[in-house]
C-alpha cells in the first residue's frame, strides 16, 4: 500500500527543466571539443555569410541557381545556430539546464531546418534536371517566379509538418529522470526519460523521416538519374564533362548529407553500445554541412569564385 502511494506521488511530479549532460562518456574532458566546434561554427557563420554577400553583389550570380544557393546559406546559418550556442554554453559555462518550452523549440527548430535543407536540394536538383536535360527550356522553366514558389512551398512544408514532433513531445509525463545524455534536444533522447508509452513519437518520427526526407531523396535520385542518362547520350566528350562537373558541387553536398542521416538513423535504431558515436554525428551532421556547402560551391564554381575575388579585390581598396 505504501508502495502503491508512492509510485502515485512520483507520477504526479512534472520536472521543470532538463539537464543536457552533453558527450556521453567524456564528462570529464569533453570541454576541449569547444575548441573545433566554436571554429566550425564560427566558420560556417563567415562562409554563409560571405555568399551571400557574393550573390547580392555580383549581378551576374542574380539567376534561379544562386537563389536557391542564398537560401541554402540563411538555413545553414539558422541550423547552426539553433544547436552551437546552448552546446559552447555546456562546454564552456556548465550551462546544462533547459526548460521544457525551450527544448521542445529548440526541437522544432532543428526538424524544421533540417527538412528544409533537404527541400531546398530538391530544388536545387530539378533547377540542374532542367538546365541539363531541357536547355532550351530553362528560362522559361526556372523563373525567379518558380523559385519564390518552390521556396514559399518549402518553407509551409517543413514548418507544418514538424509541428508534431513538439507537441507530441510535450503531451508525454516526465515525471523523474530529466537528464538528457545528449547536447541538444533530440526527440527520441527527450521522449525516451518519459514515465509513459512514447511509442508513438517514435512512430511519428519514422513516418516524418520517410514522408520528407525520403520523398526528397527520391526526386533527388530521380532527377539525377535523368541526367545522367541524357549526359551519356551526348555525343562530345567535352560536353558531357562540363554538364557532369555543374552538378559536382550538388552530388558532393547531397551525397555527405543523406549519408549522415541514414548513419545516424542505423546507430539509433541499432541501439548502438557507444552512445557517444550517435550523439556526436548528430551534432557534426547539424553543423559540418554548414561549413561545408559555401566551400564546396566556392571551389567548384567558376561565377561564385570570381564573384569572391571581386569581393576581396574590393575589399582591400576600400582599407
Not at 551576374?60 to 540563411?74: D, E, R, S
Not at 539558422?78 to 552546446?87: C, N, V, W
Not at 511509442?199 to 518520427?205: E, L, Y
Request: glycine share 4%.
Amino acid at each position: 500500500m505504501l508502495q502503491e502511494r508512492r509510485d502515485s506521488n512520483t507520477s504526479k511530479f512534472q520536472v521543470s527543466e532538463f539537464i543536457l549532460m552533453g558527450f556521453p562518456g567524456i564528462h570529464g574532458w569533453q570541454h576541449w571539443l569547444s575548441l573545433p566546434l566554436a571554429l566550425l561554427y564560427l566558420l560556417a557563420l563567415s562562409a554563409n555569410i560571405l555568399i551571400l554577400i557574393i550573390i547580392n553583389k555580383e549581378a551576374a550570380l542574380h539567376q534561379p541557381m544562386y537563389y536557391f544557393l542564398g537560401i541554402l546559406a540563411v538555413v545553414d546559418m539558422g541550423l547552426a545556430t539553433t544547436i552551437m550556442p546552448k552546446i559552447l554554453a555546456i562546454l564552456w559555462f556548465n550551462a546544462k539546464t533547459i526548460s521544457l518550452p525551450e527544448c521542445f523549440a529548440q526541437m522544432y527548430a532543428i526538424h524544421c531546418c533540417v527538412a528544409m535543407e533537404s527541400g531546398i536540394f530538391v530544388c536545387m536538383a530539378i533547377d540542374r534536371y532542367v538546365a541539363t536535360c531541357q536547355p532550351l527550356r530553362y528560362p522559361s522553366i526556372i523563373t525567379e517566379s518558380f523559385v519564390f514558389k518552390a521556396t514559399v512551398f518549402m518553407a509551409l512544408r517543413n514548418s507544418l509538418c514538424p509541428i508534431s514532433v513538439p507537441v507530441l513531445a510535450a503531451q508525454r509525463h516526465y515525471c523523474s529522470r530529466n537528464q538528457i545524455e545528449h547536447c541538444l534536444c533530440s526527440n527520441l533522447g527527450v521522449t525516451s526519460l518519459s514515465c509513459d508509452d512514447w511509442k508513438i513519437n517514435s512512430i511519428n518520427q519514422l513516418l516524418l523521416g520517410w514522408a520528407l526526407m525520403g520523398s526528397d531523396l527520391g526526386l533527388i535520385i530521380l532527377s539525377y538519374a535523368l541526367i545522367l542518362h541524357s549526359v551519356l547520350k551526348l555525343n562530345s566528350t567535352e560536353a558531357a564533362s562540363k554538364a557532369l562537373s555543374t552538378c559536382t558541387s550538388h552530388l558532393i553536398l547531397i551525397l555527405f548529407f543523406y549519408t549522415a542521416v541514414i548513419v545516424i538513423s542505423i546507430t539509433r535504431s541499432a541501439g548502438m553500445r557507444v552512445p557517444l558515436i550517435p550523439v556526436l554525428l548528430n551534432v557534426l551532421h547539424n553543423v559540418i554541412p554548414s561549413s561545408l556547402n559555401p566551400i564546396v560551391y566556392s571551389l567548384k564554381n567558376k561565377e561564385l569564385r570570381q564573384g569572391l575575388y571581386k569581393v576581396i579585390r574590393m575589399g582591400i581598396k576600400r582599407n
